[in-house]
């Protein structure tokens, strides 16, 4: 038994190092891809440069109103479909590799977001693509954080 902080552990000292905390945090990456998608939204759509991009003030009140609504809801209404999808992804990549993948799918996202260039179509299809990652890593980060950890830590 080793003796960390004071309390006794059965776990061997060996796994009490910087690689789980290395791997907690980089698992925990997941978290903020949720943060990030679900905050610079609102805020985007608010600039003046965005609008003028997208010509959102020839755009009535109430249509103007359900277009920044469906821009959000796109988002979470994926997270859902993202932690379905999630299962049949861990069972054939496992939960390390369907992480990665995770990554990859909210990077398109982002790019087809960044380049939208006043096509809103393009910003429908990165928020889609984007729920779908943030859903199953959301699912999956605390899964993998917590196998992979030592019941010490």
């Given amino acids: 038994m080793a003796r960390i902080n004071g309390q006794t552990s ?3 000292r060996e796994v009490h190092n910087w690689r789980i905390y290395d791997l907690a945090i980089c698992a925990s990456m997941g978290s903020a891809m949720f943060g990030y998608d679900s905050a610079f939204i609102g805020g985007t759509m608010a600039l003046p440069p ?3 991009r997208f010509r959102l003030s020839d ?3 109430t249509t103007l109103a359900s277009l920044k609504a469906n821009i959000v ?15 049949g992804a861990t069972k054939r990549l496992g939960r390390k590799y369907t992480l990665v993948a995770c990554g990859i799918i909210f990077d398109v996202g ?3 977001q960044l380049v939208s260039s006043g096509r809103i179509g393009f ?3 990165g928020r ?8 199953a ?6 899964v993998y954080v917590s196998e992979c950890s030592p019941p010490a830590v």
Avoid: K, M, N, R
Avoid at 73 to 87: R, V
Avoid at 128 to 135: D, M, N, P, Q, Y
Avoid at 137 to 142: E, I
């Fill in 110 to 112: 982002v790019v087809l």
């Fill in 137 to 142: 890593s959301s699912l999956l980060v605390p």
């Fill in 73 to 87: 809801s796109t988002l979470q209404a994926e997270y859902f479909f993202g932690a379905i999808l999630c299962h």
């Fill in 10 to 12: 059965d776990a061997p």
């Fill in 50 to 52: 965005f609008q003028s």
């Fill in 128 to 135: 889609a693509i984007t729920g779908l990652a943030v859903g």
């Fill in 123 to 125: 910003i429908y299809a």
């Fill in 59 to 61: 755009i009535s009140g």
